[in-house]
């Protein structure tokens, strides 16, 4: 549902005999390819990014043994002196699932960064993360370092977003970044992209929900005697900060729909207002004195209340459909906020050790160059350097 | 979306864009004509040519009878190739032929099958911005369908500018002859009104030579826009100077339509209309009163067709089957 979510008629008048579809606009976002091809279940969303963590651990190891054969088919001297310490087994160290997913979030700040460096709109912004959270859903760090993969990212979200910026400018303001870089993976994001680039963001429902609060909770005369254009304004902004801060780090673009998104921004921010908006959008033909009178209600949406508990509830057979359809959706959207504040925490420390890790996982050849130097090295002090 | 080259095959190509050739093929599975238009990549400076990246993200998520169906999306060497259905004509073409009689009824189909197209791309926040005879393409079975989204972009960003130097220029609404920043749907609107006034003259309705000159043959026609028309025009960047034209009497739009009914007037003079607030949406205009009036629109499979193109059509279809 969002704002216009009641069914409207598809406008076309058609004086032939022809039978009339309806075409809601639900309807119309499951025909995006967001919906079609980049929506998951929280379980089907895990699977996949572990079988790209997966694919990609077991290229960068193709990769190494090539690299390890052909440096000792070069010089096997140091192979044949250190074969306990010189084995793949023992040198290589992949990312694994867990330190792939912390990288990821890591970049993820990185690329808000870099569109507020360029002052670039919240639509790109929004959009770069999108496409740099699908690559990787694809492709990953085992492959596709995500430095030059961010940037690209954000390259591409200005194009798309109709926010062109010349590659010159851009890459002048990044650091060690060439031209070609970007140039180079632009095709390879476009095509883990599997060719979709439109990307559907809550903030536009966000503001058609803010629009509607407005005509459901304040006219023909306020419902709630503190809640006045005013307080509805705060809560739009807030609940925009929200789905920055939020909604759009964590995994929740490819859990749940734009306007439940949003949805859950307004009813973390103001759980009491964003409930009765809904009351009252979904329960319209009952008396809202009843509802806010019932006691099941007030538990059902108390906050601390565990998961499970939320199944819970009364069993009467003669739940009517309104009513269920109101419940599924809060259930819907207070999952959407645990989700949205499931974010992992990176120390600096940790990132620091995942890059070394990532950095020589896609450069084997010197991982091993210096492996071997440094146990070649005369001097055994100069081995407590970092590995 | 990702498939092998091997699918489809290519015969011959039959036209080159800017930033694309375009060839006909055959996808093998189905032999269903299609057109394979191949984006040349990594000959641009700034990488990815910004019209090919719009028609990429707009058709991938436009499927109705009258726009132009991406079919499908591949690689080949780097290259970007985006496989279309085939559609052997375009509305330009038809008009141009003085050989093909227009029926009104005709016009009516053609029309409402534009408008149906459009609306569909506003429903999803999406503008045309280049809406043209040459951009409505024909399939074999008559079907209008709405092509190039080349210049096309959502809707609904409030906090960013939109250039006002998009359509091509006789199809160009006033407001963005005015350089307006902050557009809507309405230029669309705009460019069918035009589109069907081309259909019932034959020729096109606004033609300026230049962008100054489409401003005044603009309101030569439809007279000069003034504040107490359109509200607030004269605070448009581009307001200033004008020759004042009155606006076109009832009788003298009925003498340069000597064709149209009454209710094709209205719906026209609703389409056109120089305040953009005050132009028909396209809800509005697929509801007019035109369209439930006689004559019914014509069935897409009767409508005229060019008939060179049907014979060269055949030819290719022979070569095809020799070459096979
Ligand atoms: N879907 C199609 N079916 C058949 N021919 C096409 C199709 N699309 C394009 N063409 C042909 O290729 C030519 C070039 O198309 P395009 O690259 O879109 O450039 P433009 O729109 O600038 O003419 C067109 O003039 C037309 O003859």
């Known amino acids: 549902m969002d704002r216009n979510g009641k069914v409207k008629t598809e406008a076309e008048q058609d004086p032939?005999?022809?039978?009339?579809?309806?075409?809601?606009?639900?309807?119309?976002?499951?025909?995006?390819?967001?919906?079609?091809?980049?929506?998951?279940?929280?379980?089907?969303?895990?699977?996949?990014?572990?079988?790209?963590?997966?694919?990609?651990?077991?290229?960068?190891?193709?990769?190494?043994?090539?690299?390890?054969?052909?440096?000792?088919?070069?010089?096997?001297?140091?192979?044949?002196?250190?074969?306990?310490?010189?084995?793949?087994?023992?040198?290589?160290?992949?990312?694994?699932?867990?330190?792939?997913?912390?990288?990821?979030?890591?970049?993820?700040?990185?690329?808000?960064?870099t569109c507020n460096h360029f002052k670039m709109p919240t639509q790109v912004r929004a959009t770069a993360v999108s496409f740099f959270k699908k690559f990787y859903l694809v492709q990953s760090v085992s492959e596709y370092h995500p430095k030059n993969i961010l940037y690209t990212c954000v390259f591409l979200a200005a194009k798309s977003e109709n926010y062109f910026i010349s590659i010159e400018s851009f890459v002048k303001a990044l650091v060690k970044v060439l031209t070609k870089d970007i140039l180079d993976l632009e095709f390879i994001v476009l095509q883990s992209l599997k060719f979709t680039l439109m990307v559907h963001h809550p903030f536009r429902p966000l503001y058609g929900f803010f629009l509607d609060s407005q005509a459901v909770l304040l006219h023909p005369s306020p419902l709630m005697y503190d809640v006045n254009i005013d307080t509805l304004g705060s809560l739009y902004d807030k609940s925009k900060k929200w789905l920055n801060d939020y909604a759009l780090l964590s995994d929740v673009a490819f859990l749940f729909t734009p306007p439940q998104i949003a949805l859950a921004a307004m009813y973390?921010?103001?759980?009491?207002?964003?409930?009765?908006?809904?009351k009252k959008v979904f329960l319209k033909e009952q008396k809202l004195e009843v509802i806010d009178e019932e006691p099941k209600e007030s538990g059902f949406i108390k906050k601390e209340e565990p998961e499970e508990a939320e199944g819970v509830e009364p069993k009467e057979d003669k739940k009517d459909p309104q009513r269920e359809q109101y419940e599924t959706l809060v259930k819907t959207i207070r999952r959407c906020i645990r989700i949205a504040k499931q974010i992992p925490e990176t120390t600096k420390e940790e990132s620091k050790n995942i890059d070394k890790k990532c950095f020589f996982t896609l450069n084997p050849t010197r991982l091993i160059e210096k492996r071997v130097t440094k146990l070649s090295s005369p001097s055994p002090e100069i081995k407590q350097e970092a590995a | 979306m990702t498939t092998a080259p091997l699918k489809y095959s290519k015969s011959k190509k039959v036209g080159e864009g800017t930033y694309a050739v375009v060839y006909l093929g055959t996808q093998?599975?189905?032999?269903?004509?299609?057109?394979?238009?191949?984006?040349?990549?990594?000959?641009?400076?700034?990488?990815?040519?910004?019209?090919?990246?719009?028609?990429?993200?707009?058709?991938?998520?436009?499927?109705?009878?009258?726009?132009?169906?991406?079919?499908?999306?591949?690689?080949?060497?780097?290259?970007?190739?985006?496989?279309?259905?085939?559609?052997?004509?375009?509305?330009?073409?038809?008009?141009?032929?003085?050989?093909?009689?227009?029926?009104?009824?005709?016009?009516?189909?053609?029309?409402?099958?534009?408008?149906?197209?459009i609306h569909h791309?506003?429903?999803?926040?999406?503008?045309?911005?280049?809406?043209?005879?040459?951009?409505?393409?024909?399939?074999?079975?008559?079907?209008?369908?709405?092509?190039?989204?080349?210049?096309?972009?959502?809707?609904?960003?409030?906090?960013?500018?939109?250039?006002?130097?998009?359509?091509?220029?006789?199809?160009?609404?006033?407001?963005?002859?005015?350089?307006?920043?902050?557009?809507?749907?309405?230029?669309?609107m705009w460019s069918v009104g035009i589109i069907f006034a081309e259909l019932m003259l034959r020729t096109p309705y606004l033609p300026g030579k230049d962008d100054v000159d489409q401003l005044d043959v603009t309101f030569r026609a439809l007279g000069t826009p003034t504040e107490q028309i359109w509200p607030n025009v004269s605070m448009l960047p581009q307001y200033n100077a004008l020759r004042v034209y009155p606006p076109p009497s009832r009788q003298e739009l009925r003498n340069r339509f000597s064709a149209a009914t009454e209710k094709s007037l209205d719906l026209l003079i609703s389409m056109t209309q120089l305040d953009p607030s005050r132009r028909c949406d396209l809800t509005q205009a697929l509801l007019h009163e035109f369209f439930l009036e006689s004559p019914r629109p014509t069935e897409p499979e009767d409508l005229p067709k060019k008939k060179e193109k049907r014979v060269k059509e055949e030819d290719d279809e022979m070569n095809k089957r020799f070459k096979v």
């Open chain 2, 121 to 188: 791309c506003h429903r999803n926040f999406i503008l045309h911005r280049d809406l043209k005879p040459n951009n409505l393409l024909l399939a074999p079975d008559g079907q209008l369908k709405i092509a190039d989204f080349g210049l096309a972009r959502s809707l609904g960003n409030a906090n960013e500018d939109l250039t006002s130097n998009v359509v091509t220029r006789w199809y160009r609404a006033p407001e963005l002859l005015f350089g307006a920043k902050h557009y809507t749907p309405a230029v669309d």
């Open chain 1, 268 to 278: 973390d921010i103001d759980k009491r207002i964003t409930d009765r908006y809904l």
């Open chain 2, 28 to 117: 093998i599975s189905s032999n269903r004509k299609i057109a394979i238009k191949e984006i040349k990549t990594g000959m641009f400076k700034d990488g990815l040519d910004m019209s090919a990246i719009r028609e990429v993200k707009y058709l991938q998520e436009l499927k109705h009878p009258n726009v132009i169906e991406l079919v499908d999306v591949f690689s080949a060497t780097n290259n970007l190739n985006l496989v279309l259905e085939f559609l052997p004509c375009d509305l330009e073409v038809l008009i141009k032929d003085t050989s093909v009689v227009f029926k009104s009824a005709d016009i009516k189909s053609w029309l409402l099958m534009t408008l149906r197209g």
């Open chain 1, 16 to 113: 032939q005999p022809v039978k009339k579809q309806q075409v809601s606009n639900d309807d119309l976002y499951r025909r995006s390819t967001q919906y079609e091809m980049w929506s998951y279940t929280a379980e089907s969303f895990e699977e996949t990014r572990r079988k790209a963590n997966e694919s990609g651990r077991k290229a960068a190891t193709e990769k190494f043994n090539e690299v390890f054969e052909s440096i000792r088919q070069k010089s096997p001297e140091p192979f044949e002196k250190f074969k306990e310490e010189l084995n793949p087994e023992k040198l290589l160290d992949l990312l694994t699932y867990e330190e792939e997913t912390k990288y990821l979030h890591y970049y993820s700040r990185s690329i808000i960064q």
